[in-house]
Each structure stands twice: as structure tokens, then as C-alpha cells.
């Protein structure tokens, strides 16, 4: 089946530095990759879609220049948070779907999450 | 009024019984309708997907879809502690339209 692996599952950081999350999908080929944002006890929050060679679509509300996303290959999306602060402390989860099953929907597969801790 | 409502728990059941999820929506054009569990700490693994009404099954897990209600349903027929997560719904309204998702719903099973 789809494998998605991110890579790191957990991270600590110091309040003002940049940290690099990355989304590979491993046996397939994803044009579009997503990234949410979890808090405790909450739902998935989508944060941005990522198409390969392009520019990402960000959600209303999420700010651009912190979150950056690159999508440079058709197998890896990764998400950067720059400048990071205590309150972007949270689980972050990427998805791909696998286009060649062309089963739509129901063909998203998560990553297992990073979960980023800013101190 | 969020597009999709779900009742976060926790629900707390005994091994064998049947549970009952639910979710509720507000936007009629959804049309892909998921169930996705989740272990703590790890990304969602999709359960059932349901296309427009009706109803599906898969082992222990049904799902039924009723879009005159804009009501969703999961059940779990004799219910296991391994099947101690948070379970959560997703719909969207195309086939490749954003997913929005519920709450989630976390579920204990005790032996």
C-alpha cells in the first residue's frame, strides 16, 4: 500500500531558529502533498496544499513567509517553520494522495507527524 | 457554526460492545464522506469512505451516510481495546477537493 514517511517524528527547538520537516512519499508519486496542523485533543487543521513545481496554496489565516513550503520533487514536500516561537509548538502531519490509483479522495495517506516543541 | 461537528468524548466502552460515532455537517455539496482513526501521536489511517448516501461495510466497521440529514455514522461491532484511539470524520465535496475534518472523537475500550 501508499507509504508516507516524515521525517523528524519529533523535534525541540530554541525560540527563534528554523526547522525543516520533511514529507516523502515512499512507493508512489504525489503531485500534491498537504500539511495540517494538530493541537491537543483537536482536529487536523489544514495549513497548506503543496504542488510539485509550483507555488503552495496556503489556508486563510496561515502566514506565508513562516511556513514555508517547497515541493521540488514528485516523491518530497517539505515544510520549514523560520523563526519559530513557543506558540508554533504543535503536531504537524503531512498527506499525499497517490494519483496513479485513481481512486481520489480515499486515496490520501498521512505521515506518521512531527511533533515540534519550541522552548 | 463549523462546517462539520463532532462530539470530541471521551467515550468509554466495554470490550464487545457496539459503538456509535457520529458527525453532523452543514454543507450540503459534500459528497466524500471518511472515517479515519487515529493512534495517539501518529497520523490518521483511513477506516471506510462512503460515496453520496448509503450504507458500507467492512468487518466490524459500518458506515452509513444520510445527506438529508447531513448525518454521519460509524459502528463498531464488538469493540476491542486495540481499537482505543481517536476517530475521526472527513468529508469533502469533490474528488479532489480539500478534506475538512471533525473534532474527533476519542474512544477507550476497557477489557
Known amino acids: 500500500g501508499a507509504v508516507v514517511s516524515q521525517h523528524p517524528s519529533w523535534v525541540i527547538c530554541k525560540s527563534g531558529t528554523s526547522v525543516k520537516i520533511e514529507c516523502r512519499s515512499l512507493?508512489?508519486?504525489?503531485?500534491?502533498m498537504f500539511w495540517y496542523r494538530q493541537f491537543p485533543k483537536q482536529s487536523l487543521m489544514l495549513m497548506a496544499t503543496?504542488?510539485?513545481?509550483?507555488?503552495?496554496?496556503?489556508e486563510q489565516g496561515v502566514e506565508k513567509d513562516k511556513f514555508l513550503i517547497n515541493h521540488a520533487s514528485l516523491t518530497l514536500s517539505t515544510l520549514t517553520v523560520t523563526s519559530a516561537h513557543p506558540e508554533d509548538s504543535s503536531f504537524y502531519i503531512c498527506?499525499?494522495?497517490?494519483?496513479?490509483?485513481?481512486?481520489?479522495?480515499?486515496?490520501?495517506?498521512f505521515g506518521s507527524g512531527t511533533r515540534l516543541t519550541v522552548v | 457554526q463549523k462546517e462539520v461537528e463532532q462530539d470530541p468524548g471521551p467515550l468509554s466502552v466495554p470490550e464487545g460492545a457496539i459503538v456509535s460515532l457520529n458527525c453532523t455537517y452543514s454543507?450540503?455539496?459534500?459528497?466524500?464522506f471518511m472515517w479515519y482513526r487515529q493512534y495517539s501521536r501518529k497520523g490518521p489511517e483511513l477506516l471506510m469512505y462512503?460515496?453520496?448516501?448509503g450504507n458500507k461495510e467492512d468487518g466490524r466497521f459500518t458506515a452509513q451516510v444520510d445527506k438529508s440529514s447531513k448525518y454521519i455514522s460509524l459502528f463498531i461491532r464488538d469493540s476491542q481495546p486495540s481499537d482505543s484511539a481517536t476517530y475521526l470524520c472527513?468529508?469533502?465535496?469533490?474528488?479532489?477537493?480539500?478534506?475538512?475534518f471533525g473534532a474527533g472523537t476519542r474512544l477507550a475500550v476497557h477489557p
Open positions: 472527513a468529508m469533502s465535496s469533490g474528488g479532489y477537493n480539500k478534506l475538512i
Open positions: 512507493d508512489f508519486q504525489a503531485t500534491t
Open positions: 503543496s504542488n510539485e513545481g509550483s507555488k503552495a496554496t496556503y
Open positions: 498527506s499525499a494522495r497517490d494519483q496513479g490509483t485513481g481512486r481520489a479522495n480515499y486515496g490520501y495517506t
Open positions: 462512503t460515496y453520496s448516501s
Open positions: 454543507n450540503s455539496a459534500f459528497q466524500y
